[in-house]
């Protein structure tokens, strides 16, 4: 050990190269994670989505090794004997620490930057079983991941949040829309969680109901879209498809199934609705991975509230522009694992995990991005399924400068 710190040209030095190596363990995650986000974000080839993101997740994991190794050479390594290596792992493991450094920047000063707004919600959850008490799960794998300690898969959290909507029209004040996301009918959750959840929805006596996306994964599951034919709505219930609707085969099956249940496609459409006897304007934006979007200009006329449904909150810019009041997205499940003073880690955005989950406003719309109801993959940890009645409130549109819903 003494030869190992003379080496490395003494005890300081050794500390110095172990807070580096620290920080370059954390930069590594850090940036092979953002480049996951991004994969996930984009709409490429299945295979080629997958397979980059198990490539990624990999070499993430491989970090203590990658890292590891680096420092162990930079520090006690034969320098004449490995020059040129040395120095690569050397500049990879300082470039690491320099992206942990800002995303430790990025995470200090996010009250600065966010857009995410604090609004008005009561909670309550809900555990999920079948009449036997036992979890509504289906095969050995995912019993096993059910039961791990602290694994959400199985309790719905249940939201009501008080929406404030400026320019809508008094009218709808109070308005009630039940916002479901991501129901990713794998197989892996069993028909008594979905007979559970529209059990659940349709308790919370909405006024319409919106399903942003991801609600089927499996094509001979098909049938199991009829279990949904239940929730229904006195103004309707709206939805549109995501990329993982797209694994059935052709998408329009799925258009197809939920619309003879009496549900309404808006997927790269726009059109005006009635509720409470007000003109609504209700468009729908399945981008990147299904297009286009609702052609422009937007049908004309005055509407009491414009409303988009987006799968990705990446579409927000799109809905800012042409002037949607409300957008609700899901798509990233709030990272499925949220770490304790950090949050989402894995969100599939390339904003990262910006708009991971929450409510944000950003002139001159409110956007709500539901955790959602399942995932491809059965694990959730402080981060449980969510649905969520929304409030809307009407507020007088701001002249000028930022607005917030709060």
């Not at 095969?139 to 719905?156: D, F, H, K, Q, S």
């Not at 199934?257 to 459409?269: H, K, N, Q, Y």
């Not at 549109?397 to 709060?406: E, Q």
Request: hydrophobic residues 45%.
């Amino acid at each position: 050990m003494e030869s190992w710190i003379a080496a490395a040209g003494g005890p300081w030095n050794v500390a110095g190269f172990a807070v580096t190596g620290c920080c370059a363990l954390v930069g590594h995650v850090v940036l092979w994670t953002f480049l996951v986000n991004q994969v996930s974000a984009r709409d490429f080839p299945s295979f080629v989505t997958r397979s980059a993101e198990k490539g990624f997740l990999l070499i993430a994991a491989a970090g203590p090794a990658i890292v590891g190794l680096g420092w162990f050479e930079s520090a006690f390594g034969d320098r004449s004997a490995s020059h040129v290596r040395s120095i690569a792992f050397s500049a990879y493991a300082y470039a690491c620490a320099l992206v942990m450094l800002g995303a430790a920047a990025r995470v200090a000063t996010r009250r600065w930057w966010s857009t995410e707004v604090r609004v008005p919600t009561s909670r309550r959850v809900r555990a999920i079983r079948r009449d036997d008490g036992s979890r509504p799960v289906l095969g050995a794998m995912t019993r096993v991941l059910a039961a791990l300690p602290m694994n959400e898969i199985c309790e719905l959290e249940i939201n009501e949040k008080h929406l404030r909507i400026p320019g809508m029209s008094a009218e709808l004040d109070g308005f009630t829309i039940a916002h479901l996301s991501d129901l990713h009918i794998t197989g892996r959750m069993d028909r008594d969680f979905y007979r559970r959840v529209v059990h659940e929805t349709l308790a919370l006596n909405a006024e319409s109901i919106a399903v942003t996306g991801d609600i089927i994964d499996v094509a001979r599951h098909i049938d199991w879209l009829d279990l949904l034919g239940g929730l229904q709505a006195e103004n309707g219930v709206y939805f549109v498809l995501g990329n993982h609707d797209k694994r059935v085969g052709h998408v329009e099956i799925v258009r197809r199934r939920l619309r003879a249940r009496g549900w309404t496609s808006i997927g790269g459409i726009a059109a005006h609705a009635a509720w409470r006897g007000r003109t609504v304007l209700i468009a729908g934006n399945e981008m990147p991975w299904i297009g286009p979007p609702p052609s422009e200009p937007l049908p004309p006329g005055p509407a009491a509230l414009r409303v988009a449904l987006i799968h990705s909150p990446d579409q927000l810019p799109w809905a800012r522009r042409l002037g949607f009041q409300l957008a609700l997205a899901g798509h990233t499940h709030g990272g499925q694992v949220r770490l304790p003073g950090v949050g989402a880690v894995l969100t599939p955005s390339r904003n990262g995990t910006r708009y991971a989950c929450g409510v944000f406003y950003e002139r001159p719309t409110a956007l709500h991005v539901s955790r959602g109801i399942s995932a491809l993959h059965p694990v959730r940890f402080g981060c449980r399924p969510e649905l969520t009645r929304l409030i809307l409130r009407s507020v007088p549109a701001p002249d000028h400068g930022s607005a917030d819903t709060r």
